[in-house]
T-cell receptor
Framework: NAGVTQTPKFRVLKTGQSMTLLCAQDMNHEYMYWYRQDPGMGLRLIHYSVGEGTTAKGEVPDGYNVSRLKKQNFLLGLESAAPSQTSVYFC???????????????????FGEGSWLTVV | GENVEQHPSTLSVQEGDSAVIKCTYSDSASNYFPWYKQELGKRPQLIIDIRSNVGEKKDQRIAVTLNKTAKHFSLHITETQPEDSAVYFCAAPGDSSYKLIFGSGTRLLVRP
């Protein structure tokens, strides 16, 4: 049981290049998230997904796209990288509360180890 | 709107003293308030959480209090130890219960 796995862990991009960050979770969680972390600004939500085939915008979605083609995977894409996107990116997942008869999001969010991205 | 404010941004205490970190939230419908600890170079990890139907929750040296009327909640760490040094984040649901919006973080330093 690996939990939440992110690849790659480190990447340097040139301005204008594109790349995709892959997040995989093996906990059968419904909900998945991409956050970015910058000094003094905490964790800011980029995009999230409440189930396979669904995506939604978070606090800072501009410049990013996401896809959730399979329940266990959540991809974050940068189509044309900019220096302002230099950051640490965290993927996270969260399961539903069981036994309540409703699809209520579970409490604990589990984070991946982070991906350090530098855009030069 | 969704907004979680956290104070202070940095906190330095002597080993054995208490530390208190405070957060305020904007959405009065919020009902779940977790606290995460992030050590240097590591991922954030949940340390304690509280639901809106209780006013306080304790787990050994850490406790969280919630004031729904004032829309703020606090993390209390007693008898601090050097290994408590880390960045702490509070969080609250956004305009959707599926989201979790984080505060800007508090860097806690416990001096030996």
């Amino acid at each position: 049981n690996a939990g939440v796995t992110q690849t790659p862990k480190f990447r340097v991009l040139k301005t204008g290049q594109s790349m995709t960050l892959l997040c995989a979770q093996d906990m059968n969680h419904e909900y998945m998230y991409w956050y970015r972390q910058d000094p003094g600004m905490g964790l800011r939500l980029i995009h999230y997904s409440v189930g396979e085939g669904t995506t939604a915008k978070g606090e800072v979605p501009d410049g990013y796209n996401v896809s959730r083609l399979k329940k266990q995977n959540f991809l974050l894409g940068l189509e044309s990288a900019a220096p302002s996107q230099t950051s640490v990116y965290f993927c996270a997942s969260r399961g539903p509360v069981t036994g309540l008869g409703a699809k209520t999001p579970g409490n604990t969010i589990y984070f991946g180890e982070g991906s350090w991205l530098t855009v030069v | 709107g969704e907004n979680v404010e956290q104070h202070p941004s940095t906190l330095s205490v002597q080993e054995g003293d208490s530390a208190v970190i405070k957060c305020t939230y904007s959405d009065s419908a919020s009902n779940y308030f977790p606290w995460y600890k992030q050590e240097l170079g590591k991922r954030p990890q949940l340390i304690i959480d509280i639901r809106s139907n209780v006013g306080e929750k304790k787990d050994q040296r850490i406790a969280v209090t919630l004031n729904k009327t004032a829309k703020h909640f606090s993390l209390h760490i007693t008898e601090t130890q050097p290994e408590d040094s880390a960045v702490y984040f509070c969080a609250a649901p956004g305009d959707s219960s599926y989201k979790l919006i984080f505060g800007s973080g508090t860097r806690l330093l416990v001096r030996p």
